[in-house]
């Protein structure tokens, strides 16, 4: 009875204890079997980016067997390595070098019994002072270096020496010209440049203009200008085409003044890079309620020339879905001082609620076609209307004259009879 009541109660237990399911440790086909209300909290839990906030892809690349494509373009696999790995290998490479034509130097010197009569004055070694590996080595050094003290030198009764330093003088120019080439570009790359560029934290969508558009802001924290910059934005959202076929991860672009010539910018102040939201838009469709319920991300990048440099240069950014904000507008930051413009970058990733329409921009569209109605009353438009109701008010007038005039017109043949 004991053993049966225990029983029972850990089955209670059992039945009442919630169950905590570890997805990620679940084969595929048991995470696709899970309920639909759990991979939903899980994806609201978890966002996976595209390209980090501070431009970096977040994209790592596997299975790549044809390695050796690495090594046919060296010189770039050098330059993309981390500074510690370059450093080492900037190190190894000349130590390498000297170590290996020391070697040679000390064994010419073996070879020619040059070891065997050290302090013999009669006899004329390849090099004068080498007396043993350390000395061979320092010699190396100071040849490829071409840094000659002067205590050890080659003589000219040694062929063989006299080739060995033609070979390590050329080649050690080429180890000089490789290294100190690949040294200078990683130094002089763009890349830090690129961390003075900002742009803000959200992204808004707002009216402007009586239009429905995407807004983010961007900014150079330098004096030295970027030359020839341009904007550009990328739709990150995965689709399923007509035939059935899933795309993962594909890119659309967003204008942002491509046609207009928007795209390009004079960035010596924050500016506001507006995306008008038209039939042509991916966001033609997505109202204030949709936005969130989207798995969407958008990339910008800002491209252009350092000034100082002439390099090109690059700044990347992304908004999710969770940092589009629906109804916002972004605070101004410039303000007229006394003989300039103060940009107070305190503000610049600060907004501020707006009157805006929940609905998507092809709802506004329809209403307003519906109601006959354009989005903002103009002056063109007043006009327009005022000329209708003038044309319709001569018609009925017209009418009431016609009529009258058949009255009048009746009454007189009446009379004659």
């Excluded at 009541?5 to 237990?13: G, R």
């Excluded at 010189?75 to 490479?93: G, H, P, Q, S």
């Amino acid at each position: 009875m004991a053993a049966n009541v225990l029983e029972e109660d850990s089955m209670e237990q059992d039945i009442e204890s919630p169950v905590t399911i570890h997805q990620p440790k679940l084969p595929k086909q048991a995470r696709e079997d899970l309920p639909k209300n759990i991979n939903k909290e899980c994806a609201k839990r978890k966002i996976q980016r595209y390209v980090r906030k501070d431009g970096k892809c977040n994209v790592h690349h596997g299975n790549v067997r044809e390695t050796y494509r690495y090594l046919t373009d060296i010189f770039t696999t050098l330059v993309d390595l981390k500074w510690r790995f370059n450093l080492l290998i900037f190190v190894m490479v000349y130590t390498v070098t000297w170590l290996f034509f020391g070697m040679i130097w000390w064994l010419i010197a073996y070879v020619r019994g040059d070891m065997d009569h050290i302090g013999d004055s009669t006899w004329t070694p390849c090099v004068s002072n080498l007396n043993g590996f350390v000395s061979a080595f320092l010699f190396s050094i100071e040849t490829e270096t071409t840094i000659g003290y002067g205590y050890r030198v080659i003589t000219d009764k040694c062929p063989e020496g006299i080739i060995l330093l033609l070979v390590q003088s050329v080649l050690g120019s080429i180890v000089n010209a490789f290294m100190v080439g690949c040294m200078f570009v990683k130094i002089s790359q763009p890349k830090k440049r690129a961390e003075t560029l900002v742009f803000s934290t959200n992204a808004v969508i707002s009216m402007r203009d009586g239009k429905l558009c995407l807004m983010f802001r961007v900014g150079d924290l330098r004096n030295s200008h970027i030359v020839e910059a341009s904007i550009r934005a990328k739709l990150i959202k995965s689709k399923q085409t007509k035939e059935g076929e899933f795309i993962p991860l594909n890119q659309t672009d967003i204008n942002v003044g491509y046609y207009t010539g928007d795209d390009r910018l004079f960035l010596v102040s924050p500016l506001i890079i507006s995306h008008e939201i038209n039939q042509q838009s991916p966001f033609w469709e997505i109202s204030k309620a949709q936005l969130p319920k989207e798995e969407l991300e958008i990339v910008v990048i800002l491209e252009g020339m350092v000034e100082a440099t002439g390099m090109t240069c690059q700044a990347r950014s992304s908004y999710v879905t969770s940092e589009i904000l629906w109804g916002y507008r972004f605070t101004p930051v410039l303000t007229l001082e006394d003989g300039f413009y103060e940009v107070d970058y305190n503000s610049f990733h600060e907004t501020y609620e707006t009157n805006t329409p929940v609905y998507s921009a092809k709802e506004l569209a329809e209403m307003a076609s519906r109601a006959e109605l354009p989005l903002t009353w103009s002056v063109s438009s007043k006009l327009d209307q005022h000329a209708e109701l003038e044309t319709e008010e001569e018609e009925k007038s017209q009418e009431d004259q016609n009529e009258r005039n058949g009255d009048v017109a009746n009454l007189e043949n009446e009379s004659k009879v």
